[in-house]
């Protein structure tokens, strides 16, 4: 058990400073934008919750949160159950583990901007090896910057191969966890690779794999950069995300009012959501523990 | 055995290919680039990179990425290990709901922060300076490595500090000589999540720098538009963006699964 001890404030008190300082000011300044209305010149007026009643009422909005929600949908559908089946396949000790984890953790290292610029050459229809696989050798017609499904299954393509192996090495760390003697004990039961699966690895793989998950929806739900350079949320407004469109409101057309409004409601949305997840693996955690105790 | 290893053999092909797309365009002529498609360069030239390295206006893009991001590591485990200690040990008022704000500001979308960030270290007169980007890094950087050493200090038993304080050590010789050595891994996997997203990150140090502490992607960025369409060199400059993440993660190599599952195995 932990120790009462309210001095350890103390030892909180730099982060608290250092994060608040990042956090709030910021923050406050978006809160005081969403409110009021300005047409440059530091001149602001009072709006009320005007902005909000339009972001929530406007189509443009509903529409950038439908693909956002559908984009980080088709990224957790792919990335969890690819990373698990990756994990499961891959050597437990020797010399090829760090081999494999050194080369797989390579896309997480590379700069978001650079990302976007690797993946727009690699896709670009006649001299990019994507695309010209595509175009020259499956003889599919693939162009991203003229056709949306084209775009999309590129920007998916993206982040499958940017972040699959967060969710391998979070999975791997579940797995190498579990003592040899759980599978000789399966072995001398007739256990299936199935029943292994279900009962011993995937229960030994819940908490990370809540981590990887709270992580990828974090991340892919923020989403900004890589698609931004890739598409620049084309062709027309078919990769337009919430952070492009955001952007897109607050710098392209310096409506800081609405932006910041619009900033709150998205903010809020991801807050829900990552709470949810963070109860559910703190029940669990919980859970876990009190099995050790009784 | 034997085929079981194919799936990491093609993953770990296919998670190449772009990489190698970038590095073989580093090493085209511009007009080779833009003349058709080639699997090897045909005529091989190193000419980008040279343009790089000669050029101030490229190399001290990097420079200046190095410099706040191991500003921005040294901030970040400083301040985070003795609050992921107190969040590992002790029951305080405020514990759990403090711990989740720290996370929430890892949710908090960067793009919304921009135009505020620009204003708040403008005013407090850091902007352009290498100090604001690693202070504007700490917002994702410190709550991330307070969850890392969290996790890795609550693995360390409770018993090694209690026996401590029974033979008699302070509490700051203890922790830096006896705990500190216990969770050298957790550091070191610490540091090295505070690298990678400080080095990854661009938009928040594009938007706090102007001149003097310009990080390599918004050199970048200018290139690509300035210059016509300089592929060769985009490629170049790309490809060096890659080595300094490649050459840290050589050291963290063997806690590398367990730093991913943030110390919570």
Redesign the interface.
């Known amino acids: 058990m932990?120790?009462?001890?309210?001095?350890?404030?103390f030892?909180?008190l730099?982060?608290?400073i250092?994060?608040a300082?990042?956090?709030i000011?910021?923050?406050m300044?978006?809160v005081n934008y969403s409110v009021q209305e300005t047409f440059g010149d530091n001149l602001f007026f009072w709006e009320g919750l005007t902005w909000f009643e339009q972001i929530l009422n406007s189509e443009r909005f509903h529409n950038a949160l439908g693909r956002q929600f559908f984009f980080t949908f088709m990224i957790l559908i792919i990335e969890i159950p690819l990373g698990i089946?990756?994990a499961l396949?891959?050597?437990r000790k020797g010399f090829w583990v760090?081999v494999?984890?050194?080369?797989?953790?390579?896309?997480?290292?590379?700069?978001?901007?650079?990302v976007g610029?690797?993946?727009n050459?690699?896709a670009l229809p006649?001299?990019?090896?994507?695309g010209?696989f595509f175009n020259?050798v499956l003889g599919i017609n693939y162009d991203m910057t003229q056709d949306p499904t084209a775009a999309w299954i590129t920007i998916i393509a993206m982040d499958v191969?940017h972040w699959t192996?967060?969710v391998v090495?979070?999975a791997?760390?579940?797995l190498?966890?579990i003592p040899d003697a759980y599978y000789q004990a399966a072995k001398i039961d007739g256990a299936s690779n199935w029943s292994v699966f279900r009962f011993i690895q995937l229960p030994k793989m819940k908490?990370?794999l809540t981590?990887a998950i709270l992580l990828r929806f974090?991340d892919s739900?923020?989403i900004?950069?890589e698609p931004f350079v890739l598409t620049g949320g084309g062709p027309g407004n078919s990769t337009t995300f919430?952070?492009?469109d955001?952007?897109k409101i607050?710098?392209g057309q310096f409506d800081?009012g609405p932006a910041a409004a619009m900033?709150l409601i998205?903010?809020a949305i991801?807050?829900l959501v990552?709470?949810l997840f963070?109860t559910l693996m703190n029940r669990e955690n919980l859970n876990d523990y009190e099995e050790v105790e009784h | 055995m034997k085929k079981r290893s194919i799936v990491p053999i093609v993953y770990i092909f296919l998670l190449m290919l772009p990489i190698y797309w970038l590095v073989t365009m580093s090493f085209k002529p511009t007009n080779e680039i833009l003349a058709g498609f080639s699997l090897f360069p045909q005529s091989f030239t190193t000419e980008a990179y040279e343009t790089i390295f000669t050029d101030p206006t490229w190399y001290w893009g990097y420079i200046n990425s190095i410099i706040y991001v191991s500003l921005n590591m040294v901030i970040s485990v400083c301040v985070a290990l003795p609050a992921a200690y107190a969040f590992s040990r002790y029951r305080f008022l405020g514990d759990k709901t403090l711990f989740f704000w720290l996370l929430t500001n890892k949710m908090a979308p960067i793009a919304v922060f921009a135009l505020p960030f620009f204003q708040l270290y403008s005013a407090v007169g850091l902007f352009d300076t290498h100090l604001a980007v690693a202070l504007a890094h700490c917002i994702f950087n410190i709550p991330l490595a307070v969850w890392i050493l969290e996790g890795f200090m609550s693995s360390v038993p409770k018993e090694l500090d209690e026996t401590a304080y029974v033979d008699g050590y302070s509490f700051w010789h203890f922790f830096l000589s006896i705990f500190l050595p216990n969770i050298k891994a957790g550091v070191g996997v610490a540091a090295f999540f505070c690298f990678m997203f400080s080095w990854v990150e661009l938009l928040l140090a594009k938007t706090l720098t102007a001149v003097a502490a310009k990080p390599i992607v918004a050199t970048m960025t200018k290139t690509a538009s300035s210059a016509g369409y300089e592929l060769g060199l985009l490629a170049a400059a790309g490809t060096l963006t890659i080595i300094p993440g490649a050459i840290v993660i050589y050291f963290v190599r063997n806690y590398i699964a367990k730093g991913f599952a943030m110390g919570r195995v």
């Open positions: 932990k120790t009462e001890n309210q001095k350890a404030w030892f909180v730099p982060v608290l250092l994060v300082f990042n956090a000011i910021p923050m300044t978006v089946a990756i396949s891959m050597p760090p494999c984890l050194i080369l797989m953790s390579l896309p997480m290292l590379i700069p978001w901007n650079v610029a690797m993946w050459i690699f006649d001299i990019g090896l994507l010209y020259h191969w192996s967060l090495l979070l791997y760390a579940g190498v966890s908490n990370v981590i974090m739900f923020n900004y950069t919430l952070s492009i955001l952007v607050a710098l800081l900033s998205y903010f991801t807050l990552s709470w963070y």
